[in-house]
């Protein structure tokens, strides 16, 4: 073994050494939460390129969002310096748009032309609402987001045409669907679900297409791969071919996202796609106190649907875990609401030290309402504060009309 190789596997643990090493086939890597999947991922890039495994150009990592991607390449970078070259990692859409253009010979298959236009979400919501004029439908009845998201689901459902027509084209929703996709291609656009759905069409109907992509990577990884949809997954078979030079990074006890098309049972199945396939489970966490993963192991041990991983830790057992049942969601907020005072008041906390955390975004209404009559300062993440909505601000305004 080269130094340069031993200097990337030094400052691992075993199992993380384990799974960045190991280059004779696929891999399927279990990683608990705050176990160090994504050191993993970067130092098996480096390992590769190191070793002489893949170039930087031709192995491809795949991840769900353009952070992700971005701060996967810097931690490659970091660790090989000028040797990482022009690297092949992004988004699944981001690979599928590259794919387009560099197979843009084939675009007439497919319906396009070179120079195709990417609608957006409002893009296509407007097309919809136009063939819901067209169709002389109550705009009430059918809901043009509504439709959209129909229309996503049944494209990102991958039906074969011997399974039949989807039960949600039933109807004038079929006609609706015709028409929507058969616009795209007037207008000579795609979608985002297209930067997906087109890409596999075409590795599925030319061979010589589908051996010349493969010949392409000599290796693929995929991040969070109990996330991943069914496009993605076929996509990925399609690129993976026989040579079965693929490792992928994930957790079933992490998949939150089967309300947008994520399957799980990619990841669990992932032995039987791959017979050969070798399992490293990172099991050490580096985040949270044991009292916390504790907690976490005995919530999530009565999932059927998963594989045995107990997350355990070297740090110590940390605070307590309390835990509090109200009769209704208005006490469980006047809770909160002493608790965040208490805190901030006895124990010197800052209220930017305190967070609230809720499934849906629905929840955060009832919390906001008590943290304005309290003055209680908040900050909504990744969200709109319930009162700053349009529809909500709407209806306040007529309130007061």
């Known amino acids: 073994m080269a130094e340069a190789e031993r200097d990337l596997l030094e400052k691992l643990n075993p199992r ?4 960045v090493a190991y280059c004779d ?20 890039i480096a390992y590769l ?31 090989v310096g000028e040797g990482g070259g022009d690297m092949q990692v992004c988004t699944f859409h981001s690979f599928g748009l590259r794919f387009l253009f560099r197979n843009r010979s084939h675009l007439p298959s497919v319906g396009l032309r070179e120079g195709f236009a990417i609608f957006d ?37 991958c039906r074969s045409p ?39 069409q075409l590795l599925s109907g030319d061979e010589e297409l589908r051996s010349r992509e493969q010949s392409r990577l000599s290796w693929i990884l995929v991040d969070e791969y109990q996330d991943v949809n069914r496009p993605q997954y076929l996509l990925l078979r399609k690129l993976v071919g026989d040579r079965n030079k693929i490792m992928v990074v994930g957790d079933p006890d992490q998949s939150i996202y089967g309300w947008r098309g994520a399957d799980m049972g990619m990841i669990l199945n992932f032995e039987k796609d ?21 907690a976490a192991n005995a919530l999530i041990e009565g999932n059927s649907a998963r594989r045995k991983k107990d997350l355990w830790t070297s740090r110590n057992m940390g605070e307590k ?81």
């Open 121 to 157: 979400r409002g893009d296509s919501r407007s097309l919809v609402k136009e063939i819901i004029e067209s169709f002389n439908l109550d705009p009430k009845q059918f809901e043009a987001a509504a439709l959209l998201d129909r229309i996503s689901t049944v494209k990102n459902d």
């Open 49 to 79: 390129i190191a070793a002489g495994a893949a170039k930087p150009w031709d192995f491809l990592a795949v991840t769900f969002t353009n952070k992700a991607a971005n701060e996967m390449k810097d931690r490659v970078r970091s660790l």
């Open 274 to 294: 791959f017979p050969s396939a070798k399992v490293v489970v990172l099991d050490q966490n580096y985040r949270s106190s044991g009292n916390i993963l504790g």
């Open 321 to 401: 875990i309390y835990t509090m049942l109200g009769k209704s969601e208005y006490e469980e907020a006047d809770f909160l609401v002493s608790e965040i005072h208490r805190l901030h008041e006895r124990e010197g906390y800052g209220f930017g030290d305190i967070a609230v955390l809720y499934r849906i975004n629905a929840m955060s209404r009832v919390y906001e309402q008590k943290f304005l009559e309290n003055r209680l300062p908040y900050r909504v993440v990744r969200g709109t504060a319930f009162y700053e909505r349009k529809e909500v601000k709407d209806v306040l305004s007529f309130l007061r009309a």
């Open 25 to 44: 086939g696929p891999l399927l890597v279990l990683a608990g939460a705050g176990s160090g999947k994504t050191r993993v991922l970067t130092h098996k």
């Open 16 to 19: 993380q050494r384990e799974a």
């Open 162 to 200: 011997s399974s039949g027509q989807s039960p949600l084209l039933e109807g004038v929703y079929g006609d609706i669907f015709t028409a929507y996709n058969e616009a795209l291609r007037r207008q000579n656009a795609v979608d985002f679900d297209d930067l997906l759905l087109l890409p596999l």
